[in-house]
């Protein structure tokens, strides 16, 4: 069973501070990471993608991937009250086929 | 990204009847498009995975002959959810899928069904 694990949360931040989201993955021959976020009610939008390890920055957001570990998170920079909503980590197991984690909802507070 | 439309964005149907529903990706081709469920407060379900010209391929405990899918065209792919119950009452989005890696997909806006 491939899976893919976040904390279901709530994460709550500040307005302005860091938020750091989390996820790990079983799959050792997952090659590609993605970063959905999506508001309630609506469906996932794509943030960030990576597949080398290291970080990829975009904007306020970056994302980091360790291979060895079998992890990959996402960091929003001066987070915003817009930001509130609940992020999905997205592996890509093979056969363009995504597994998606149940998702982080994040609370940011004016 | 890419931009993919469903039509229609809800629709109410009664206990017994069908309704289609409509993912087009609207500029590029997609090869490969795949249906999703979504339930209050849960997490994403793949249906099924959707090739232009041939069969779906659906996952295990999705039945074949109740959710129907066509992708006739590299634009266009169609769910057919036969004979709707109350319990198939749900969040369906579909997603186009990049036909190179890092393979993403892009998300249409979803259709809301409710089955009275």
């Known amino acids: 069973q491939k899976e893919v694990e976040q904390n279901s949360g709530p994460l709550s931040v500040p307005e302005g501070a860091i938020a750091s989201l989390n996820c790990t993955y079983s799959d050792r021959g ?29 904007g306020r957001f970056t994302a980091q991937l360790n291979k ?20 999905l980590c997205a592996v890509n197991t093979g056969f363009q086929k995504l597994v998606f984690g149940t998702g982080t909802r994040l609370l940011v507070s004016p | 990204g890419a931009v993919v439309s469903q039509h229609p964005s809800w629709v109410i149907c ?81 997603s186009a899928g990049a036909s190179e890696a890092p393979y993403e997909q892009y998300f249409g806006p979803g259709t809301r069904l409710t089955v009275t």
Not at chain 1, 34 to 55: A, C, H, T, V
Request: proline letters at 3%; one cysteine or more.
């Open chain 1, 30 to 58: 997952s090659q590609s990471f993605f970063w959905y976020r999506q508001y309630s009610g609506k469906s996932p939008e794509l943030i960030m993608s990576i597949y080398s390890n290291g970080d990829k920055e975009d």
């Open chain 1, 68 to 87: 060895a570990s079998q992890y990959v998170s996402l960091l929003i920079r001066d987070s915003q009250p817009s930001d509130s909503a609940t992020y």
């Open chain 2, 14 to 94: 009664k206990s017994g009847t069908s309704v289609k529903i409509e993912c087009r990706s609207l500029d590029f081709q997609a090869t490969t498009m795949f249906w999703y469920r979504q339930f209050p407060k849960q997490s994403l379900m793949l249906m099924a995975t959707s090739n232009e010209g041939s069969k779906a391929t659906y996952e295990q405990g999705v039945e074949k002959d109740k959710f129907l899918i066509n992708h006739a065209s590299l634009t266009l792919s169609t769910l057919t959810v036969t004979s709707a119950h109350p319990e198939d009452s749900s969040f369906y989005i579909c």
